[in-house]
């Protein structure tokens, strides 16, 4: 799994942050081509405690307001589902993750950008 925003954390610092407030989000995105629309959800983001992660999910809201309303019928209705899901700060799998790293205690793997 990779989690954006956590590189040069160590495995207890992340759970100290994440005790703290913080949380892995997961932003939904929607792209339409006509006849075939296509939902799909982003990579998981780090959201520091008392970070907005409605700001942190605006270029996934952007590229669906753009690309994800043409496909007739799904290309609006995806679109709005996935404008709700970000407008309400994107879906919270902090407790999933916690519970996957309880299980298998795999630590974090942060994601490079390129």
Request: glycine share 10%.
């Amino acid at each position: 799994m990779k989690i954006l925003g956590i590189e040069g954390m160590s495995p207890d610092q992340l759970r100290f942050e994440i005790q703290r407030g913080a949380k892995l989000v997961c932003y939904g995105y929607c792209i339409s081509l006509l006849v075939v629309s296509f939902r799909r959800s982003s990579d998981i983001y780090y959201i520091p405690p008392g970070e907005s992660a409605v700001t942190k999910g605006l270029p996934w809201t952007l590229l669906t307001l753009v690309m994800g309303w043409w496909g007739i019928p799904w290309g609006p209705i995806f679109t709005v589902k996935s404008l709700v899901l970000n407008f309400k700060g994107g879906r919270d799998v902090t407790a999933e993750i916690a519970a996957s790293w309880a299980q298998t205690s795999a630590p974090p793997v942060a994601a490079v950008k390129p």
